[in-house]
């Protein structure tokens, strides 16, 4: 896979389902709270048993680099609990105010964040700005070499950094992307300054995590061209995505961006103007807008490709007859001369059958030898 993401070619044209959560919960046999409340197991542990049961490619992106601010402390409690869901509420103590936020656990689905900590604005937002980007400094980093160990040779593993940006506001504020973007119109000294201040630690983080010299630089950012406008990107998340994409390659550690949606534009704009080696999940409308053989003849020799069969039409609802057609169809299109990944579009839904995600792996295995 590695040798995949600096867009050479491998043996084989790695194979990798994109399951980080829902199936490697339903695996797990435990209600989803067990996993994502209680740490009963780790989701990490809880997916690299998934590529145990698959046989297929692991590929893991992680934390494991930060340290929280030590002004800050959490306050948490159980609001409610019935037999599917719970609800708990944690208080966010900072040295000026209090911020608050409440979570649903589901038996069985992933989490929501039910109320957003960041209610009022601006002031909230400012607390946001102020308390929440501390200098990552030399913080503990033994859950990433915890991670990295049981992955071993099954997979790889890369910690994560992220993005400034309207998709990185609607995680935080009530109200989502509508608020958001009334944030950034309503107050745009405050959006940059958020930004700046985000770009600086990620940068931060990102010097940490190339010293440990991991598989990848992970850069995970979820809707970063569905949820804002290229004019916005290019104001708020470029700069930051070109600096840590140069840092990488400065250091030979390939880095690989997660954008699920949208993502013709971004891809251009990354084989043009970043040192992006790789990018993922390449969706098809209507969940995303990428045709993988017209990006693979444009862009392939600049950037590596890992997509990207519809999770629903295809994994979901369709039979391994389809599956195992659609991933010769992504081979055809993109496997040639190799910086090519055989994946799904943004995660497979939890009651994906065993038998499809089997027939994807089979037909890689086959049909992907180089």
């Known amino acids: ?167 990185d506001l609607c995680n935080f504020i009530e109200g989502g992307a509508e608020a958001a973007t009334y944030a950034y119109l309503d107050y745009p000294a405050l959006i940059e300054r958020y930004a700046e201040v985000q770009e600086a630690f990620q940068v931060r983080l990102a010097e940490r995590i190339l010293k440990a010299k991991p598989d990848f630089l992970m850069i995970g950012v979820s809707g970063l061209m569905t949820l804002q406008s290229p004019e916005i990107f290019r104001k708020l998340s470029l700069p930051t995505l070109q600096k840590v994409t140069a840092m990488a390659r400065a250091a030979g550690i390939p880095s690989h961006l997660h954008a699920c949606g949208r993502e013709r534009v971004l891809v251009e704009i990354c084989a043009n103007e970043t040192d992006l080696s790789s990018i993922e999940p390449l969706e098809i409308p209507p969940m995303g807008d990428c045709d993988l053989a017209e990006i693979k003849r444009k862009f392939g020799k600049r950037i590596a490709l890992k997509g990207n069969l519809h999770t629903t039409e295809v994994m979901l609802r369709g039979t391994p007859d389809d599956v195992r057609r659609e991933s010769r169809r992504c081979m055809d299109q993109a496997a040639e001369g190799g910086g090519f990944v055989l994946a799904t579009g943004d995660q497979c839904g939890r009651d994906t059958p065993d038998e499809n995600i089997f027939a994807m792996i089979e037909i890689a295995r086959e049909y992907g030898v180089y």
């Not at 194979?15 to 709270?33: E, Q």
């Not at 589901?106 to 700005?129: G, S």
Request: aromatic share 10%.
């Open 1 to 167: 896979m590695i040798t995949a993401f600096c867009n050479r070619q491998p043996d084989m044209v790695p194979v990798s389902p994109d399951m980080s959560n829902m199936i490697p919960c339903r695996l797990a046999g435990k209600p989803f709270w067990d996993i994502y409340l209680h740490n009963d197991p780790p989701l990490w542990k809880a997916y690299i048993d998934a590529v145990k049961y698959f046989d297929f490619d692991g590929w893991l992106p992680c934390g494991g680099f930060t340290r929280g601010n030590p002004g800050i402390t959490h306050e948490g409690k159980t609001v409610s609990e019935t037999e599917d869901r719970i609800v708990t509420q944690t208080i966010i103590h900072t040295p000026k105010d209090d911020l608050w936020q409440e979570t649903t656990y589901y038996r069985a689905d992933p989490p929501t964040r039910t109320v957003k900590p960041v209610k009022r604005l601006p002031e909230d937002l400012e607390l946001w700005i102020e308390h929440f980007y501390p200098d990552p400094g030399e913080g503990d980093d033994s859950g990433y070499q915890e991670i990295k160990r049981e992955m071993g040779d099954l997979g790889v593993v890369g910690p994560s950094v992220g993005l400034p940006g309207l998709q």
